[in-house]
């Protein structure tokens, strides 16, 4: 695995990225739908009190979704 | 014309669309809610008048992301646009976006048209993109997606006028199919679309995909269905992600067209200074902790009112009635068992009227999903979701209702579980059980100068219950075994004013869960109960009159008192008695007697029941007072020690065993429909009666 390939759990409050992809297949068809797409900007707003879930905007809306989902769509940045 | 022929109209759309807000405003009070054949997912329907001389049958579908479901309510949906043979399909469907968030409501749109149903889109929340600096050309909207565009405010109910315009008038099957299928599964759709004789190729491509979600497919049918993927290769959601791609695709093309001004979308730090506050990492559980205080506040401080105003109804019925109905066992049913039935179902309906209010107007104003946003770790650790919260909480008031909650859950573990330990929840029938008995056996006295001893007990009842519920979570996590994924991914709407009607109308949607589930049940138990009591076998009960008589022959009992009498002297040789006094030895390390035997198997059904069958029990006739039962209670005896019965190891016991025992046959009703079997009834059955014994027997042995 390439050192480069960051996700988006790997992000801090406030950071803005470029969705690249997805490494599990089965969850990318959800994010998909929920509007997670290639090339969209991605924001990550904040974090749950514990850590997890976390909270990022995409397409102008909120969405929240737990850790080892976020790690699942990488990003560029 | 009959309903089958009527014009039905389906509302479908993304959760928090605004769907529901409209189809209220569609129907007015003019709905009901039902629910869909052989699942619990509520069906909202409703009739509507499009223009004079047209009304039609419009169904509220639950909120959807795409055809392809996710978790059971949204299988329903695309089961019903899917079967366009089934009576149950509309003949025009509204697709209700949320403008604000085109997109993605843009999605499911070019779904629904490409299945080839008449529809049209409502472009809901204008006001707010407006407000952005955004608007859309809606006349080329309409033209590049073939179908009629109306824009409207759901909220304020402004454009509805012309939505039922144009859904009432012509409607085309949309001609542009905004997504071809594959040519790798053309082969394998013209298979399945002709041996289905189905009306398009995307409707064949859904069913090809999916079988196992649709159940409107024989075993037959699926079966062929497995055997053309499985020669054509096509396993479920090989092209599904490249689906998706391609219409978002197509929908920024769209977009970039139709989209008149765009702000300039400066990106900023997300910038909501409410999220700041209620997801922030100490004030975030404090303010949810302290709203959750104020709801259980709500509950027991605003319902006594209301419930002893409906408690004194029911009684004088009830003695008015017996006054002047003629004797006889069918007048005696009506009083005894029927109404006192009904009360005890009516009684239960502030509490869970107030505790439902607050819960809509959590949810209506978006803090809700904060709530499942802050609790989501801590429940996973459990085995649950962070949307437990809700039925958990609701479970304080009912646990019929709160069960029916869990279905918005879409990890079958996960909501296996939650439905498990709801129950275990203290709902409103326990307390007139726990009230008695902590009044009768712990001194209402101050602890550490501003603490009710009484007080503490019931919430340490309360938080028993809670606890066991968590415990056994834990313990089930590691039982289930299931290889489905658990998903959060849930959107954090944005923050606004409940709307009333929609509070309104979430108060009714629960009480009549509740009042209809649990009322069937209860009434039918009441009765049953009512027949065990009032009716005994041998010569002891039949002749209970002059046996009570010669007793106490010298005891110059009032009439009264002599009526009381011979009620417990019936009471104790009725079926019920026999009952009680044959399980008594099982009972007995427990520390209950036959008397206490009785109340049990009386509150077998619905444990409520306890405090009434004490009254009668006792002999003081059918009051509900409280103060006279305490007050006859504590004067029980215990023959054998001579002693009081009610010591605080027997009172304890029994709240301990009320805790945890699963006393509500509407419970098991509710969970077998919702678990669609016996299996987990049963087991959860078992569980709780045997956790219920253990603990009562496990406290009388330690406090005597």
Sequence with gaps: ?77 | MSASQRLKIAFVGNPNSGKSSLFNHFTGLNQKIGNFPGVTIEKRVGHSTLKEGLVAEVIDLPGIYSLYPRSLDERIVSEILLDHKSESCPDKIIVVADATNLKRSLLLLTQVIDIGLPTVLALNMMDLVAKAGISYDINALSVQLGVPVVPINARKGTGLEDLKKVISGPLHIPTKNIFEVYPEARGAVKMVRDQLQLDNDYEAYHILQQPKALGFLSTQQQQFIESVAEQHNCFPGKFQGAETIHRYTFIQGLLDKVTLKASNKSWKQYNSALDKILVHKIWGYLIFFTILFLIFQAIFAWATVPMDFIDGMFASLSNNLSEVLPGGPLARLLTEGVIPGIGGIIIFVPQIAILFACIAVLEESGYMARVVFLMDKIMRKFGLNGKSVVPLMSGVACAIPAIMATRTIDNWKERTITIFVTPLMSCSARLPVFTILIALIVPDQQAFGFFNLQGLTLMGLYLLGFGAAMVSALVMKYIIKANERSYLLMELPTYRWPRWSNVGLHIVEKTKAFVFEAGKVIIAISILLWGLASYGPGEKFRNAREHVLQESANLRLTEQGLEDRISAYKLENSFAGVIGKTIEPVIKPLGFDWKIGIALITSFAAREVFVGTMATIYSIGSTDDQTTIKVRMKDETNPETGGPRFTPAVGFSLLVFYTFALQCMSTIAVVYRETKGWKWPMIQLAYMSVLAYLSAFTVFQILS
């Design chain 1, 1 to 77: 695995m390439s050192s480069g390939n960051k996700n988006v759990a790997q992000m801090k409050p406030g950071e803005v990225g470029i969705i690249a992809g997805f490494t599990d297949e089965q969850l990318s068809v959800k994010l998909l739908e929920m509007g997670c797409l290639p090339g969209a900007a991605i924001r990550f707003n904040f974090t749950a009190p514990l850590g997890d879930p976390v909270c990022i905007s995409v397409l102008d809306y909120e969405l929240s979704l737990r850790l080892d989902e976020a790690a699942t769509i990488s990003i560029l940045n």
